[in-house]
Protein backbone atom coordinates (compact mmCIF):
# COMPACT_ATOMS: atom_id res chain seq x y z
CA UNK A 1 0.00 0.00 0.00
CA UNK A 2 1.44 3.39 -0.41
CA UNK A 3 -0.12 6.69 1.13
CA UNK A 4 1.04 10.15 0.88
CA UNK A 5 0.60 13.59 2.01
CA UNK A 6 1.16 16.24 -0.83
CA UNK A 7 1.79 19.78 0.11
CA UNK A 8 0.97 21.62 -2.36
CA UNK A 9 1.30 25.75 -3.05
CA UNK A 10 -0.13 27.44 -5.86
CA UNK A 11 0.18 30.48 -7.60
CA UNK A 12 -1.45 33.58 -6.40
CA UNK A 13 -5.07 34.38 -8.10
CA UNK A 14 -4.92 30.83 -8.93
CA UNK A 15 -7.22 29.51 -6.62
CA UNK A 16 -10.29 28.93 -8.80
CA UNK A 17 -8.88 27.57 -12.04
CA UNK A 18 -6.93 24.83 -9.52
CA UNK A 19 -9.95 23.82 -7.50
CA UNK A 20 -11.21 23.21 -11.31
CA UNK A 21 -8.53 21.32 -11.87
CA UNK A 22 -8.48 19.90 -9.26
CA UNK A 23 -12.31 18.45 -9.29
CA UNK A 24 -12.61 17.31 -12.61
CA UNK A 25 -8.98 15.06 -11.14
CA UNK A 26 -10.97 13.49 -8.74
CA UNK A 27 -13.94 12.68 -10.43
CA UNK A 28 -11.95 10.89 -13.50
CA UNK A 29 -9.42 9.45 -10.72
CA UNK A 30 -12.10 7.72 -8.95
CA UNK A 31 -14.56 6.70 -11.34
CA UNK A 32 -11.20 5.53 -14.06
CA UNK A 33 -8.94 4.01 -11.90
CA UNK A 34 -8.37 0.84 -9.80
CA UNK A 35 -6.40 0.75 -6.06
CA UNK A 36 -7.51 3.83 -5.03
CA UNK A 37 -8.60 3.78 -1.28
CA UNK A 38 -8.46 7.52 -0.70
CA UNK A 39 -8.04 11.09 -3.16
CA UNK A 40 -9.12 13.65 -1.06
CA UNK A 41 -7.81 17.35 -1.39
CA UNK A 42 -8.53 19.85 0.84
CA UNK A 43 -7.45 23.72 1.56
CA UNK A 44 -4.84 24.71 4.55
CA UNK A 45 -4.94 27.61 6.48
CA UNK A 46 -2.12 29.62 4.68
CA UNK A 47 -3.48 31.43 1.83
CA UNK A 48 -2.73 29.05 -1.81
CA UNK A 49 -2.12 26.39 0.68
CA UNK A 50 -3.72 22.77 -0.11
CA UNK A 51 -3.46 19.56 0.83
CA UNK A 52 -3.98 15.75 -1.28
CA UNK A 53 -4.20 12.90 1.12
CA UNK A 54 -4.04 10.46 -1.73
CA UNK A 55 -3.78 6.14 -0.84
CA UNK A 56 -3.44 3.43 -3.42
CA UNK A 57 -3.56 -0.11 -2.87
CA UNK A 58 0.01 -0.30 -3.90
CA UNK A 59 2.84 1.65 -5.36
CA UNK A 60 2.13 0.53 -8.50
CA UNK A 61 -1.47 1.70 -8.64
CA UNK A 62 -0.03 5.01 -7.27
CA UNK A 63 2.34 5.45 -10.73
CA UNK A 64 -0.74 4.16 -12.59
CA UNK A 65 -2.73 6.84 -11.08
CA UNK A 66 -0.12 9.56 -11.82
CA UNK A 67 0.71 8.76 -15.37
CA UNK A 68 -2.71 8.37 -16.32
CA UNK A 69 -3.88 10.39 -18.93
CA UNK A 70 -6.21 12.75 -16.52
CA UNK A 71 -3.67 13.39 -14.72
CA UNK A 72 -0.95 14.16 -17.57
CA UNK A 73 -3.84 16.27 -19.21
CA UNK A 74 -3.71 19.46 -16.79
CA UNK A 75 -1.39 22.41 -17.16
CA UNK A 76 -0.65 22.10 -13.73
CA UNK A 77 2.86 24.43 -14.33
CA UNK A 78 0.50 27.21 -14.94
CA UNK A 79 -1.51 26.89 -11.23
CA UNK A 80 1.44 25.48 -8.58
CA UNK A 81 4.33 27.29 -7.38
CA UNK A 82 5.39 23.90 -5.65
CA UNK A 83 4.33 20.71 -4.40
CA UNK A 84 5.97 17.99 -1.71
CA UNK A 85 5.29 14.69 -1.30
CA UNK A 86 5.08 13.12 2.19
CA UNK A 87 4.60 8.97 1.81
CA UNK A 88 3.07 8.47 5.13
CA UNK A 89 2.62 5.29 7.97
CA UNK A 90 -0.26 4.93 9.82
CA UNK A 91 -0.32 4.47 13.53
CA UNK A 92 -0.68 0.86 14.47
CA UNK A 93 -4.68 0.35 15.79
CA UNK A 94 -5.33 4.12 15.15
CA UNK A 95 -5.68 4.29 11.65
CA UNK A 96 -7.62 2.18 9.16
CA UNK A 97 -5.03 1.90 6.00
CA UNK A 98 -2.41 -0.70 5.23
CA UNK A 99 1.58 0.38 5.91
CA UNK A 100 3.17 2.18 2.98
CA UNK A 101 5.35 -0.13 1.24
CA UNK A 102 8.47 -0.23 -1.20
CA UNK A 103 7.52 -3.22 -3.11
CA UNK A 104 10.41 -3.96 -5.74
CA UNK A 105 10.54 -3.16 -9.39
CA UNK A 106 10.12 -6.79 -11.06
CA UNK A 107 9.72 -8.12 -15.04
CA UNK A 108 5.91 -7.65 -14.68
CA UNK A 109 6.14 -3.87 -14.94
CA UNK A 110 6.80 -1.90 -17.88
CA UNK A 111 9.03 1.14 -18.89
CA UNK A 112 6.39 3.72 -17.41
CA UNK A 113 6.40 2.06 -14.61
CA UNK A 114 10.39 2.26 -13.65
CA UNK A 115 10.16 5.98 -14.91
CA UNK A 116 7.39 6.65 -12.15
CA UNK A 117 9.57 4.73 -9.63
CA UNK A 118 12.49 7.20 -10.98
CA UNK A 119 10.07 10.47 -10.32
CA UNK A 120 8.73 9.47 -7.10
CA UNK A 121 10.59 7.05 -5.09
CA UNK A 122 8.83 5.50 -2.14
CA UNK A 123 11.03 6.95 1.17
CA UNK A 124 10.02 4.32 4.36
CA UNK A 125 11.73 5.70 6.71
CA UNK A 126 13.81 3.21 9.22
CA UNK A 127 12.09 4.46 12.50
CA UNK A 128 8.89 3.52 11.04
CA UNK A 129 9.28 -0.70 11.63
CA UNK A 130 9.94 0.12 15.26
CA UNK A 131 6.56 1.52 15.58
CA UNK A 132 4.50 -1.60 14.25
Same mark, same amino acid.
Given at each position: ???????ITIK??????????? *?????????????????????????????????????WAFYR????????????????????????????????????????????????????? *???????????????
Open positions: MTTLLAHSGQENKFEAIM *KDMVAQTLSQEEGVLRYEYYKGQAANHYYCLLAFKDKHQNSDHHEGHDFGAVLESIRLEYLGPVQDANSLPPTVDLPLTDAQDESMARAE *KSYPIAVPDWWAERA
